[in-house]
Structures are given as C-alpha cells and as structure tokens.
C-alpha cells in the first residue's frame, strides 16, 4: 500500500524544473548573464556555446536535453590556433552555466595540454 501511494505521488509531483542564463549571441559572458529562462520538459540541461575566432567571440546559452547538449559537445573543436566552437553541459543546479569564460579558459588549457602531449609521443 505504501508502495502503491509513493508511486502515485511521483507521478502527481510537479518535477522541478532547471533555470538557465540565457542569450542569442553575446560577446561576453556578462551579457548572457543578464538573461534567466526556466527549463521545459523535457529541457533538462543548461547548454553554453561558444564559438571563438581570433579574438572574436559569441555566446549563446540556452535550456537543451541532455542528449541534445551532449552531441553537440562531442562535435565541438577548437584547431590549433584557438579558433572553433566549445559546448559546455551541465544540470547539478540552477544558474550552472554561470561562467563561459572559464569555460573557455579551461577547453584551451585542457586542447593545448593534449597537444603538447601528443607532440612529445611522436618525437
């Protein structure tokens, strides 16, 4: 019976929802802060993307599905020279995509990094 009632009130909860920081194409991180949007279902995920050429940038933040988020950050890259698109997920809480620039910041450290490795490994 206890079982029966838990059941049924998972099922008559309302599910909370993620909020996000927003923005269609800014050139910095403050700018998209500037924006919040609660998540629909069944938009679970916070969606940062970046893409960077030279010392341009736009950002773009929005509510995705996790799977949606996931594939485009698995396509994302950025070549030798810094330029290309990062994707950054996450969904641990509200307002997570506090921070593209860190992001940023930490894919350019993480793609110089694997660079320099690979580098040593073929000498």
């Known amino acids: ?11 008559f909860t309302p599910g909370l929802s993620l909020e996000c920081y927003v923005c269609s ?5 403050e700018q998209c ?4 949007a609660e998540c629909e279902t069944p938009l679970d995920t916070c969606m940062t993307s970046i893409d960077i050429l030279g010392i341009a940038k736009a950002i773009v933040k929005q509510c995705a599905s996790r799977a949606t988020c996931q594939g485009a ?9 810094g330029n290309g698109n ?9 307002l997570c995509n506090f921070s593209g620039a860190e992001s940023v910041r930490f894919h ?3 793609l110089l990094l694997t660079l320099a490795v690979v580098r040593l490994l073929s000498l």
């Open 1 to 11: 019976m206890l079982l029966s009632l838990t059941l049924i009130s998972l099922f």
């Open 25 to 29: 194409s800014s050139t910095t991180n």
């Open 33 to 36: 802060n500037s924006n919040t």
């Open 73 to 81: 950050a698995s396509t994302a890259s950025l070549d030798e020279n």
């Open 86 to 94: 990062i994707v950054n997920c996450c969904n641990g809480y509200n």
């Open 108 to 110: 350019v450290s993480l």
